[in-house]
Every structure is written in structure tokens, then in C-alpha cells.
């Protein structure tokens, strides 16, 4: 591979050109493909196969009630000793139910005097919207109609709060990328001392990036993806984007230093950073396109989606990044270096090198002081609670959230996570059997009331609604869906709504971790097997990764969860973790935490294949690795922080984990503890069993198969050519 890979550094050097205006033509075939095919995204989490969704098939099939459009929910609170039912404030909320009906988009309006959805203390009612499209169709315009009409009550006194799928926009991602794009590039500034270097990763990254989101926007069209979709696909492409660039620039100024012409330099810098960059990113895809094994579909979605912007960032890397060095030529290399034909000879040594004698000088306390920093960081996950977002998680300076607390003080904490009952039957039979299932459900604890059957025309579906005397995400509203589910007269009627569903989702998710991470981690063993042809290594590695998943974890449930450091992050809500975060946060940062692993590792490979003794091998790939691989945490860092300040509670939440996780990987993990568990080991990190090394195909991921095809004496070039 890495032969292909030099020769297709030096073809991408040489025709800079062509490949350029390749490049362009398929961003304009994706930008024409995205404009004209692309369709609306989704905040739907169903699960097929799981009894709330099919329940809600049985209730858009036999009843007409669909869940599929987006609703909303306007509550009108009566101040103080005055209540909603008072003469004016009953003419300001009618007037206001009228309005809404003659709202754009609006398809029913429930007046909360007719359906009696006021508070038994009168001091608060609310009235139920449902809309003619979906979630992602609700227009600006129609969402302007929806609160001018609601806040009209203000006039008779009245408070009104607005919650439900319709009265959310669109969150503003596009200022977090912002930042982390900004901190990224002062850190390639800092990093190469050349405007030019530091340019060509950022560029690269958000060429990659919008290909990504062209790709996803068409996929639109096609299939149903989440509306986090994007903003999780563009946190990826940028973080990987630029540190994929950043590796082989960085060789390709090594190489150039070491007085290689450019064309050269390419060639080399492709074949090892490059060779890297395919394993690193390999990793990556294999971690998101497994999210398939689940059989959720939003999460499958999800995965391919940010998976094809990940590989969107190799291809660019492997092929743009060596056709713009050779428009930029020796521009890449700081002004006093650009003068000389090769590098400076120094014998100071760099951090890099310090660092690593360091390490293997106190490699016994340089495993365990950052194990216990580890260890204490995991300790809160042990109460890590799970949930999918509603509007209780909402800011609380937010309408959603204030709609809610208003509906949960004048209704109960239940009332906002209703469980609906579907009873089927023979037809004519369904109002015995919802009969028998509401006696049975009422003499449940936690139950404060069970309303009513609603039986169709047929008289073989009805519909129950049951109040708990929990909030939606309580662990007692989990237990009483369990119990029901345990009821004899279960095989008659099926449980959901909205919070059923959450908690199916929430249990589906628990059972597709384990299968899911023996896949991933199974694949990525053989696959890290293959790169450094060894047993311990890719163990090591492994085991790494649990440690900053752990921490990762910890640091999440303090902050997210618990509130710690909570208003000092911008964290304005706490509450349970999403609970797709676990399958996520498992699966992204497995991938990132084998990028450092195969970019640290394979340059002290590199230098043990040349026959250095392990622990200058370690030495010299800390030497050459260190400067680099702390520049590309750095900003993956600072693109993953930058979504803390996303409106998407998962985006969120997943930016702030990742972000901690790629530090605690990338600081305590591959640059303290691996070396000196490698120093530890020894020539035993090298081991491989002689049948299975006859067994696995050689890659060459050091490029020393390319190196040695070279020339015996490569033709010199004058001055490389240079951009005007």
C-alpha cells in the first residue's frame, strides 16, 4: 500500500492542476446534487420492532393518530389570586384558540374550555396543537403565527409558555465551528511558524467538510436522518480533516528539511504520514459504519453519514494536500528554513525527546499517576443515568422548559409523560378488553388516573391514557411501564407514547453496546494487528481506549448530570445523559484514540524496523511525533469544545465528552502511559507468533518498501515552484 501511496503523492504533485480542477468539478456535482435533491430531516427516534412502535402503527392504522407531524402545546398561566376561567382572561384565551386555528400550517386546535385541560385550581389551562406537517416542515412564518397568537393573552394578564416539536428552530452550529476552526488555526500557526502551513490543513478540512454536507444533503432525499446528523458529521470532518493534513504536511516538511527535492518529499510523506492517515481514518469508519450492527435506524443513518464525511477527509488528504504543496513549494517551511538545502544539525534536544526520557526514567510512575488521575475522573459514571431529551431538560430560561414546569405544577409531574394503552380485539370487543386493562392499570401504584376508553368506529382498537404520578424520565415511570407490561391482560393492549418509546429506545441501545463494541474492537484489533505486527500493541491499545472512554464518561455525568463546573461551561440544564451518547461517545472516540495510537506508534515501528533498540525507537518516535500529535489534540480539542455551545442537547453533551475524552487520550494516555508501557515491555511489544505473521498480509505501514524503490540518486530540483 504504501508504494501506491508514493506514487500517488507524487502523481497529485505533479499534476496539481488536474487534480485541483477534479476536486472542484465533484464539489460542483455534490453542490447541484444537494440543491436540487436533498429533503427535510427528522427528530423522530422510533425503533422498529419495539412494542411502542408498533403501537403506534396499530394507532395511525386503526384510529388515524399519527405521530409522524410536529405539535406544540400554548399554556396560559393566571397570575397571582386570578384564574384562567375569570371573565376577561377566558375571552383573551378564546380569542387567542381562534387565532391559532387560522394560523398557518395548523391542522387542529384543542380550546381548554371545551376540553377541559384546565387545572383543578384554575390557575393554569393549556391548549394542544397539532400540525399538517412534520417536525422539520414547520415554517419560520408559521412558528412566528403560533407565538404572536399565543402571547396576545398578555394583554388581559395572563403568562403564556410554548413547548412541543413545532417550537423548535434550528440550533446555531455554525458559530461553534467558528471557534474551533479559529483556535485550530492559531495552534498550525504556532505549530509550523508558516502561514502557509498552517493554512493548507484548515482548507483542506472545510473543503472535506462541505463535501460531507453535500453528500448528507442529498441523502435527505433518500433517507431519514436525524437533524444532528450534520451538525455531528461537520464536528468530525473538521477535527479529523485537520489532523490528517496536519501529519502530512508535517512529514512532507520533514522530508523537505532533509534535503529531499519536493516531488520526493510528496512521495515520502504520503507513503508513511499517508499510510497512517488510511489506518487512522479506517478505524474511524470502521467505529461509525458499525453502528449499523444496532438495527437503529436513526443511529445506522448517523453513522454512514458522518462516516462518508470521515472518508471524504482521507481521499482529500492523500490527494489534494500533496497537489497543494506543490503549488506552495518551500512556502511551507519558515522563512529562515526556506533558505536552507537541508535541516540545521543540532544536538539540543526538543520536548518531544525530553519528554520521553522522562517517561522512561520514572516509567513505573508514569503508569500509575495517570491510571489514578483516570480512575478518579470514571468515578461519577457509576450513577450515570439515561434518558432521551424532552423539554425538562430544556434551559430553564427557555419557553419549553417553563411550559413545562407550568404544566407539571398545575397538573402533576406525570402529565407531561402520558402513556398511551392500545387495546385491540375482535371487532365489537375492545371497549370489554380496554375495560379489564383500565381496572387493571388503575390499581397500579404510581397511577394517578386512567381516563377513559376512546374506541374507533370498528369497535376492534381503543385508546387509554394513563397519568403517572412520575415525571418522564423518573426511574419510577420506567418501573411502572415494566409492571404494566407484566399484567395478565397485557397480550390484550400494548403501551406507548412518547415516554414508552424513550424508554424502548433507552433499552435497545443497552442491548446493541455489547455487541456493537466486540465488533468495533474486534476489527480494530485485527486491523492495528495488521499495521504494527504485533499481539501486545493493539492489547495495549485497546485497553488505552477503555481507560479514556471511562473518564470521558465521568467527566460527563459531573457535568451534564450532576451540575459540577455546569454554569462555568454554559451548561444551563442538567439531567439525565442522552441516551445514545454511550453507543456514540464509545464508538467516535475508539477511532480518534487510534488515530494518536497509530501516529505515535507507527513512527517508533518505523525506527524499531530500522534496528533501534525499543527504548530509543520510543524515544525518537516521541522526538518526531510529540510536537505534532500535541498540535493535532490541540485542535480536535478546541473543534469539539467549540459544540459545547451548540443548542443541541446532543451535540452538546458530545462535544464536551469528546473533547475531555481526546485530552485525557491524547495526554495521559498515548504520550505517557504508552511509552512507558512500551519502555515495560521492551522487545516483547514487538512480539508476533510466526504463523500468524505468515497469516496476516504485509502492509508496510512505515513506507519502506516506497523508500527503497527510490532512485539511487534522486534528481535534484532547482527551487521548488511556489504559488504566485
Given at each position: 500500500?504504501a508504494?501506491?501511496?508514493?506514487?500517488l503523492?507524487?502523481?497529485?504533485?505533479?499534476?496539481?492542476?488536474?487534480?485541483?480542477?477534479?476536486?472542484?468539478?465533484?464539489?460542483?456535482?455534490?453542490?447541484?446534487?444537494a440543491?436540487?435533491?436533498?429533503g427535510?430531516?427528522?427528530?423522530?427516534?422510533n425503533?422498529?420492532?419495539?412494542?411502542?412502535?408498533?403501537?403506534?402503527?396499530?394507532?395511525?392504522?386503526?384510529?388515524?393518530?399519527?405521530?409522524d407531524?410536529?405539535?406544540?402545546?400554548?399554556?396560559?398561566t393566571?397570575?397571582?389570586?386570578?384564574?384562567?376561567?375569570?371573565?376577561?382572561?377566558?375571552?383573551?384565551i378564546?380569542?387567542?384558540?381562534?387565532?391559532?386555528?387560522?394560523?398557518?400550517q395548523?391542522?387542529?386546535?384543542?380550546?381548554?374550555?371545551?376540553?377541559?385541560?384546565?387545572?383543578?385550581?384554575?390557575?393554569?389551562?393549556?391548549?394542544?396543537?397539532?400540525?399538517?406537517v412534520?417536525d422539520?416542515?414547520?415554517?419560520?412564518?408559521?412558528?412566528?403565527?403560533?407565538?404572536?397568537?399565543?402571547?396576545?393573552?398578555?394583554?388581559?394578564?395572563?403568562e403564556?409558555?410554548?413547548?412541543?416539536?413545532?417550537?423548535?428552530?434550528?440550533?446555531?452550529?455554525?458559530?461553534?465551528e467558528?471557534?474551533?476552526?479559529?483556535?485550530?488555526?492559531?495552534?498550525?500557526?504556532?505549530?509550523?511558524?508558516?502561514?502557509v502551513a498552517?493554512?493548507?490543513?484548515?482548507?483542506?478540512?472545510?473543503?472535506?467538510?462541505?463535501?460531507?454536507?453535500?453528500?448528507?444533503?442529498?441523502?435527505?432525499?433518500?433517507?431519514?436522518l436525524?437533524?444532528?446528523t450534520?451538525?455531528?458529521?461537520?464536528?468530525?470532518?473538521?477535527?479529523?480533516?485537520i489532523?490528517?493534513?496536519?501529519?502530512?504536511?508535517?512529514?512532507?516538511r520533514?522530508?523537505?528539511l532533509?534535503?529531499?527535492?519536493?516531488?520526493?518529499?510528496a512521495?515520502?510523506?504520503?507513503a508513511?504520514?499517508?499510510?497512517?492517515?488510511?489506518?487512522?481514518g479506517?478505524?474511524?469508519?470502521?467505529a461509525?459504519?458499525?453502528?449499523?450492527?444496532?438495527g437503529?435506524?436513526?443511529?445506522?443513518?448517523?453513522?454512514?453519514?458522518?462516516?462518508?464525511?470521515?472518508?471524504?477527509?482521507?481521499?482529500?488528504?492523500?490527494?489534494?494536500?500533496?497537489a497543494?504543496?506543490?503549488?506552495?513549494?518551500?512556502?511551507?517551511?519558515?522563512?529562515?528554513?526556506?533558505?536552507?538545502?537541508?535541516?540545521?544539525?543540532?544536538?539540543?534536544?526538543?520536548?518531544?525527546?525530553?519528554?520521553?526520557?522522562?517517561?522512561?526514567?520514572?516509567?513505573?510512575?508514569?503508569?500509575?499517576?495517570p491510571?489514578?488521575?483516570?480512575?478518579?475522573?470514571?468515578?461519577?459514571?457509576?450513577?450515570?443515568?439515561?434518558?432521551?431529551?424532552?423539554?425538562?431538560t430544556a434551559a430553564?430560561?427557555?419557553?419549553?422548559?417553563?411550559?413545562y414546569?407550568?404544566?407539571?405544577?398545575?397538573?402533576?409531574?406525570?402529565?407531561n409523560?402520558p402513556?398511551?394503552?392500545?387495546?385491540?380485539?375482535e371487532?365489537?370487543?375492545?371497549?370489554?378488553?380496554?375495560?379489564?386493562?383500565?381496572?387493571?392499570?388503575?390499581?397500579?401504584?404510581?397511577?394517578?388516573?386512567?381516563?377513559?376508553?376512546?374506541?374507533?368506529?370498528?369497535?376492534d382498537?381503543?385508546?387509554?391514557?394513563?397519568?403517572p404520578?412520575?415525571?418522564?424520565?423518573?426511574?419510577?415511570?420506567?418501573?411502572?411501564?415494566?409492571?404494566?407490561?407484566?399484567?395478565?391482560?397485557?397480550r390484550?393492549?400494548?403501551?406507548?407514547?412518547t415516554?414508552?418509546v424513550?424508554?424502548d429506545?433507552?433499552?435497545?441501545?443497552?442491548?446493541?453496546l455489547?455487541?456493537?463494541?466486540?465488533?468495533v474492537?474486534?476489527?480494530?484489533?485485527?486491523?492495528?494487528?495488521?499495521?504494527?505486527?504485533?499481539?501486545?500493541?493493539?492489547?495495549?491499545a485497546t485497553?488505552?481506549?477503555?481507560?479514556?472512554?471511562?473518564?470521558?464518561?465521568?467527566?460527563?455525568?459531573?457535568?451534564?448530570?450532576?451540575?459540577?463546573?455546569?454554569?462555568?461551561?454554559?451548561?444551563?440544564?442538567?439531567?439525565?445523559?442522552?441516551?445514545?451518547?454511550p453507543?456514540?461517545?464509545?464508538?467516535?472516540?475508539?477511532?480518534?484514540?487510534?488515530?494518536?495510537?497509530v501516529?505515535?506508534?507507527?513512527?517508533?515501528?518505523?525506527?524499531?524496523?530500522?534496528?533501534?533498540?525499543?527504548?530509543?525507537?520510543?524515544?525518537?518516535?516521541?522526538?518526531?511525533?510529540?510536537?505534532?500529535?500535541?498540535?493535532?489534540?490541540?485542535?480536535?480539542?478546541?473543534?469539539?469544545?467549540?459544540?459545547?455551545?451548540?443548542?443541541?442537547?446532543?451535540?452538546?453533551s458530545l462535544?464536551?465528552?469528546?473533547?475531555?475524552?481526546?485530552a485525557?487520550?491524547?495526554?495521559?494516555?498515548?504520550?505517557?502511559?504508552?511509552?512507558?508501557?512500551?519502555?515495560?515491555?521492551?522487545?516483547?511489544a514487538w512480539?508476533?507468533p510466526?504463523?500468524?505473521?505468515?497469516?496476516?498480509?504485509?502492509?508496510?505501514v512505515?513506507?519502506?518498501?516506497?523508500v527503497?524503490?527510490?532512485?539511487?540518486?534522486?534528481?535534484?530540483?532547482?527551487e521548488?515552484?511556489?504559488?504566485?
Open positions: 500500500m508504494s501506491l501511496l508514493y506514487r503523492g507524487q502523481f497529485s504533485y505533479r499534476r496539481r492542476w488536474r487534480v485541483l480542477l477534479m476536486v472542484v468539478a465533484v464539489l460542483g456535482l455534490l453542490g447541484v446534487g440543491a436540487t435533491l436533498s427535510p430531516t427528522t427528530n423522530a427516534f425503533i422498529p420492532g419495539t412494542e411502542s412502535t408498533r403501537a403506534l402503527a396499530v394507532l395511525k392504522d386503526k384510529m388515524g393518530v399519527g405521530a407531524n410536529a405539535s406544540a402545546t400554548v399554556v396560559f393566571a397570575p397571582g389570586s386570578a384564574q384562567v376561567t375569570g371573565a376577561s382572561q377566558r375571552a383573551a378564546e380569542n387567542a384558540v381562534a387565532t391559532l386555528r387560522r394560523a398557518p395548523v391542522a387542529s386546535v384543542g380550546d381548554p374550555f371545551s376540553a377541559k385541560t384546565i387545572s383543578r385550581d384554575g390557575h393554569t389551562a393549556y391548549a394542544s396543537i397539532s400540525y399538517s412534520a422539520g416542515d414547520v415554517t419560520d412564518v408559521a412558528r412566528a403565527a403560533l407565538f404572536s397568537a399565543g402571547r396576545s393573552v398578555r394583554s388581559a394578564g395572563l403564556v409558555e410554548f413547548g412541543g416539536s413545532a417550537t423548535q428552530a434550528g440550533d446555531g452550529a455554525g458559530a461553534t467558528g471557534i474551533g476552526i479559529v483556535v485550530a488555526a492559531v495552534v498550525l500557526m504556532i505549530t509550523f511558524g508558516a502561514l498552517a493554512g493548507l490543513p484548515l482548507l483542506t478540512a472545510i473543503l472535506g467538510v462541505v463535501a460531507g454536507m453535500t453528500g448528507i444533503q442529498i441523502a435527505t432525499g433518500f433517507f431519514d436525524s437533524a444532528s450534520s451538525a455531528l458529521a461537520t464536528m468530525l470532518g473538521l477535527a479529523v480533516g489532523d490528517y493534513a496536519l501529519f502530512v504536511v508535517s512529514r512532507f520533514h522530508e523537505l532533509r534535503g529531499h527535492p519536493g516531488e520526493v518529499a512521495g515520502r510523506a504520503a508513511t504520514a499517508g499510510s497512517a492517515v488510511v489506518f487512522a479506517l478505524t474511524v469508519i470502521i461509525l459504519v458499525a453502528l449499523s450492527v444496532t437503529i435506524p436513526f443511529l445506522t443513518a448517523m453513522g454512514l453519514a458522518a462516516a462518508g464525511t470521515v472518508l471524504m477527509a482521507v481521499l482529500i488528504t492523500l490527494t489534494l494536500i500533496p497543494l504543496l506543490g503549488f506552495a513549494g518551500r512556502k511551507v517551511l519558515p522563512r529562515r528554513a526556506r533558505r536552507l538545502s537541508a535541516a540545521p544539525s543540532t544536538t539540543a534536544a526538543g520536548f518531544g525527546e525530553r519528554w520521553a526520557r522522562l517517561v522512561l526514567k520514572n516509567r513505573v510512575v508514569a503508569v500509575l499517576i491510571l489514578g488521575l483516570i480512575l478518579a475522573a470514571a468515578v461519577p459514571a457509576l450513577h450515570l443515568h439515561l434518558a432521551l431529551p424532552d423539554d425538562s430553564p430560561s427557555s419557553t419549553q422548559r417553563k411550559a414546569d407550568q404544566l407539571s405544577a398545575g397538573f402533576g409531574a406525570g402529565f409523560g402513556l398511551l394503552i392500545v387495546v385491540s380485539a371487532p365489537g370487543g375492545a371497549s370489554a378488553a380496554a375495560s379489564v386493562a383500565r381496572s387493571a392499570i388503575a390499581a397500579l401504584p404510581d397511577v394517578v388516573v386512567v381516563t377513559a376508553p376512546v374506541v374507533n368506529p370498528a369497535g382498537t381503543a385508546l387509554l391514557t394513563v397519568i404520578g412520575s415525571g418522564s424520565t423518573s426511574p419510577a415511570t420506567k418501573d411502572l411501564v415494566a409492571t404494566i407490561r407484566a399484567l395478565p391482560a397485557h390484550d393492549f400494548a403501551v406507548t407514547g415516554t414508552a424513550n424508554i429506545v433507552s433499552d435497545k441501545m443497552a442491548h446493541a455489547i455487541p456493537y463494541l466486540a465488533i474492537v474486534g476489527l480494530a484489533f485485527l486491523l492495528l494487528m495488521l499495521v504494527f505486527r504485533s499481539v501486545l500493541v493493539p492489547l495495549k485497553l488505552g481506549f477503555l481507560l479514556s472512554v471511562v473518564a470521558a464518561f465521568g467527566a460527563l455525568v459531573a457535568v451534564f448530570q450532576d451540575g459540577h463546573l455546569a454554569g462555568l461551561l454554559g451548561v444551563e440544564a442538567t439531567g439525565p445523559i442522552v441516551s445514545i451518547m453507543i456514540f461517545l464509545i464508538g467516535i472516540l475508539f477511532g480518534l484514540a487510534m488515530d494518536y495510537e501516529f505515535l506508534v507507527t513512527r517508533t515501528r518505523e525506527e524499531y524496523v530500522a534496528g533501534a533498540a525499543p527504548d530509543e525507537a520510543v524515544v525518537t518516535g516521541l522526538r518526531h511525533g510529540a510536537r505534532v500529535v500535541t498540535a493535532a489534540a490541540l485542535i480536535m480539542i478546541s473543534v469539539f469544545a467549540g459544540f459545547i455551545l451548540a443548542d443541541d442537547s446532543i451535540i452538546k462535544g464536551f465528552a469528546l473533547a475531555f475524552g481526546v485525557v487520550d491524547a495526554f495521559l494516555v498515548r504520550m505517557t502511559i504508552v511509552p512507558a508501557v512500551l519502555s515495560l515491555l521492551g522487545r516483547a512480539w508476533l510466526s504463523w500468524l505473521d505468515r497469516l496476516l498480509p504485509q502492509v508496510d512505515e513506507g519502506s518498501s516506497a527503497a524503490a527510490e532512485p539511487a540518486a534522486a534528481p535534484s530540483e532547482p521548488l515552484p511556489v504559488a504566485a
